[in-house]
C-alpha cells in the first residue's frame, strides 16, 4: 500500500470518528429495516468476482430476509475494483448508510483496504473469499467464512509435490495484488520443506494486474525444466497466460487456486486451460450439508445454472451475520461482532464454519481440474486445527 493511500484512509478514519455513531434501543425500534452493507467489485478487473459473491448474498437475503422481527434491508456499493474506493465504500455504508454489519471483499486487497474503517468504526465485516492472512490480522472486527491463503499455499504446494510428483515448480505471481503475493510465498515455504531442496523453486516471475503480454516472462520460464507452474492470481491474467503458454508450445502443467474458479477463466482460456488444477472452497458435485442442498436448489432455480464457489461463501457471510444477530438479540454493532466470533459448527452451504480466534475459518479445500470445459471436483483435503 503506497504512501498516498495510507494518507487516504487516515483522513477517511478521522472523518468516521469524528460522524459515527451507534444505535441505541430506542433507534432499534424505529428503524424500518436493519441494514447490512455489501461491499464488492462490481465494475472494474475484478467485476465478475464481486457479482459472484453477491449473488450467493442476494440469494440467501431472499431466503432468509428478516431478524428479530425486521425485514434485513442489503445495502450494496461498487468499490470498482478498487483499494482507495473500497475504503471510501467503507466510509460510506458506516457513516451515511448506518449498517449494523458489511460483507464483502472478493479481493483480498480490497478487504484489506477497508479493514481498518470498520475496525475504528467498531462495526463488524464478514468477508467471503478474501483469503489474505492481513485481511483478519489485528482487526477483530473482521471475520471471514473461507480458509486462508497460508492453507490453501500449502494445500497446493502438497498437490504438486504428492499428486503431480514435482520436484522443480516456476511461479508466476501478481505483484499488484497482495494475495497473489501471499500465496506465492506460502506456497513457496511449503514446497521446500516438501521437497527438501531449497532450489526446488527454479524461477519466481512476475506481472501486474491489467496485464495482457506475458510473452517474455513465459519465454523465461521456457527456458527451465520445471514441472509446474504456479499462478496465484486473477482469473483474466491467469486465462491469459495460460493461452498464451499454449501458443508458444509451453506444454507444462498449471496449477492455481480459487480466484481462477470463474466462468470468465473458461471462455478467455478456451480449450487451453484444459487440464488446470485449482483449489477452491465448494463443489456442486459432493453435498456437504444440508444447507448444501438448500442452497444449490434455491440457486439452480433462480439463476438457472450451477453456483461457483464465492457465490456459496457469499452466502454463507450473510447467514453468519444474521446468526449473530439473532443470536445476540440485538443491533448493537458490538455485540453483534461479539457473537459472530463465538461461531462454532455453523451450517452453510460451503461447510460447517466455526471461526478461530483470528476470526478465520476452519474449512476444507475442493481440488477441481478444468475437464471438457467444466471444473470437475477431485478431492477434498482436510483442515488442520
Known sequence: MNKKIVLHLILIIILILSGCSQHNEEEVNGLPTIKIGVLEPLSGSNAAGGQMELQGIKLANELYPRVLGKDIELVIIDNMSDKVESANAAVNLINKENVVAAIGSWGSSFSIAAGPIFKEANKPIVGASCTNPLVTLNNSY???????????????????????????????????????????????????????????????????????????????????????????????????????????????????????????????????????????????????????????????????????????????????????????????SIEINNFIGETKYFEGAAGMISLNLNGDAIKSAIIKEVKNGEFKYLTIVEPIE
Open 142 to 332: 473482521y471475520s471471514r467464512v473461507c480458509f486462508i491463503d497460508s492453507f490453501q499455499g500449502t494445500v497446493m504446494a502438497n498437490y504438486a509435490f504428492n499428486e503431480m510428483h514435482a520436484e522443480k515448480v516456476a511461479i508466476f505471481q501478481d505483484i499488484s495484488n497482495d494475495y497473489s503475493v501471499g500465496l506465492s510465498k506460502y506456497f513457496q515455504e511449503a514446497f521446500v520443506k516438501f521437497t527438501g531442496d531449497n532450489d526446488s523453486i527454479v524461477l519466481n516471475k512476475s506481472y501486474k494486474t491489467g496485464d495482457t503480454n506475458f510473452s517474455k516472462q513465459l519465454e523465461d520460464i521456457s527456458q527451465l525444466k520445471v514441472d509446474v507452474i504456479f499462478v496465484p492470481g486473477n482469473y483474466n491474467e491467469g486465462a491469459l497466460i495460460v493461452k498464451q503458454a499454449r501458443n508458444m508450445g509451453i506444454e507444462t502443467p498449471f496449477i492455481a487456486t480459487d480466484t481462477w474458479e470463474a466462468p470468465e477463466f473458461l471462455e478467455i482460456g478456451g480449450d487451453a486451460v484444459e487440464g488446470v488444477v485449482i483449489s477452491t472452497f465448494f463443489t456442486t458435485e459432493v453435498s456437504i450439508t444440508k444447507e448444501s442442498d438448500k442452497f444449490l436448489n434455491a440457486y439452480r432455480q433462480k439463476y438457472d445454472k450451477e453456483p461457483t464457489s464465492v457465490a456459496a461463501l457469499g452466502y454463507d457471510a450473510y447467514l453468519v451475520i444474521v446468526n449473530a444477530i439473532e443470536k445476540s438479540g440485538s443491533i448493537e
